[in-house]
């Protein structure tokens, strides 16, 4: 990006103040701007990843040092312009689904349109606005698409504080929105970060079905149901199978039980409008589509990333720990004829089989009474 941008019409505050209104006006929730000063959360990412937390996911340490310094990963970046998107969606059902083992629960923020098109399209007109006002300056838009740190930075520009369970919070909007960023030369004041406020409260670390969350802020990815259901490529462990319950893509648990989120508001997004009626879909009227109908249906959905033979692991998952069904089994069995699937999704179909024609008693699912009691 060349040389820091110099403004000679407006001051850095006059034009902070600026990108706040214009930001308000493109629907995001709340701006803020940070430095680009990551040593500490750099030093904390490497410890986590050394105890092995970060699973497979050896990207998480592709990029070398990008991921940490702003300035490195786009050239001339001073600032960063941090913005908030909420995108729980009115009138959708979350603890009435997860109750019901017959439907398939899927996470909130996957029910609509791809997070990441919706936030980068506003990210680049609120990028068009500024240039408009000030002429070329340089940028880069990201949205959990690049070696970003997402999270520290929102902690920095004082977007919320980092909770327990390693989601952003906040006081007046508890944790249910979008992250994005602008990479920025212009120099900007920045924000202050705002006091944590999670003080004794555990509740996100009991509730977890899988206890992902093995000590406050510390996620451990190989038992997180979101990593298992949807960044995890291959076999899901036998022993955290049962755990999973529902839960098709992702898990909501340490957000729905999270007190915060008492104040969290809700996304009048079109964009977020759950499609498909997959809100609350039955897991008999899922596990029947083909591929080209899983294709079709998930069609600019963040479900895509998971993939087909992904989709019909997890769904086999949720099959296994519902109530017996001949239907289901049925559907199963067409699944294992379908052509060139690879063994650890056949072991994944047979195991579900079992589960659905043996005689023994399912264990049940840790914790998620305590869900259901908060937010029922």
Same mark, same amino acid.
């Given at each position: 990006m060349g040389n820091r941008k110099v403004?000679?019409?407006?001051? =850095?505050?006059?034009?902070k103040a600026k990108i706040q209104a214009w930001g +308000?006006?493109?629907g995001f929730e709340k701006l803020g701007v940070s430095d680009i000063d990551l040593k500490l959360d750099e030093a904390r990412f490497g410890a986590w990843l050394s105890k092995g937390f970060g699973?497979?996911?050896?990207?998480?340490? *592709?990029?070398?040092?990008k991921r940490f310094r702003p300035d490195e990963l786009v050239s001339g970046s001073c600032s960063v312009i941090c913005a908030r998107l909420n995108y729980l969606p009115t009138d959708v059902q979350t603890v009435r689904v997860l109750r019901n083992p017959n439907k398939a629960y899927i996470s909130r923020y996957a029910l609509g349109r791809d997070y990441h098109k919706v936030m980068r399209k506003k990210l680049q007109k609120l990028a068009d606005r500024i240039a408009q006002c000030i002429g070329p300056f340089g940028y880069r838009v990201f949205s959990d698409s690049a070696p970003v740190l997402e999270k520290?930075?929102? +902690?920095?520009?004082? %977007?919320?504080?980092?909770? *327990?369970? #390693?989601? @952003?919070?906040?006081?007046?909007?508890?944790?249910?929105?979008? %992250?994005?960023?602008?990479?920025?030369?212009?120099?900007?004041?920045?924000?202050? =970060?705002? !006091? =944590?406020?999670?003080?004794n409260c555990q509740a996100c670390m009991k509730v977890c079905p899988t206890q992902a969350i093995v000590a406050p802020y510390e996620l451990d990815a190989?038992?997180? &149901?979101?990593y298992l259901? @949807? !960044?995890? *490529? $291959? #076999? &899901?462990?036998?022993?955290?199978r049962p755990l999973i319950g529902n839960r098709v893509f992702g898990c909501d648990d340490c957000q729905l039980m999270c007190p915060w989120n008492k104040y969290a508001q809700r996304s009048e997004l079109s964009d977020f409008t759950p499609r498909h009626e997959l809100d609350e879909c039955d897991l008999l009227a899922l596990l029947a589509w083909r591929e080209t109908e899983y294709l079709e249906y998930?069609? $600019?959905?963040?479900?895509r990333r998971v993939g087909y033979w992904g989709w019909v692991r997890n769904l086999s998952v949720a099959v296994g720990n519902a109530p017996k069904s001949v239907a289901l089994v049925d559907k199963l069995r067409e699944k294992l004829a379908e052509e060139s699937l690879p063994e650890w999704l056949r072991e994944h179909l047979d195991w579900a089989i079992k589960q659905q024609t043996c005689h023994h008693k399912k264990? *049940?699912?840790v914790s998620q009474n305590k869900v259901y009691k908060l937010r029922s």
């Open positions: 403004l000679p019409l407006l001051e =850095p505050i006059e034009l +308000r006006e493109l699973a497979d996911m050896a990207y998480l340490d *592709k990029h070398g040092t520290a930075l929102a +902690r920095k520009a004082g %977007l919320g504080w980092v909770g *327990k369970h #390693s989601l @952003i919070l906040d006081r007046a909007a508890g944790s249910w929105f979008f %992250l994005g960023e602008i990479y920025t030369d212009l120099l900007l004041p920045v924000d202050e =970060p705002v !006091e =944590p406020a999670c003080g190989r038992r997180c &149901i979101s259901t @949807i !960044e995890n *490529k $291959g #076999s &899901i462990p036998q022993a955290l998930t069609r $600019g959905s963040a479900l264990p *049940k699912e």
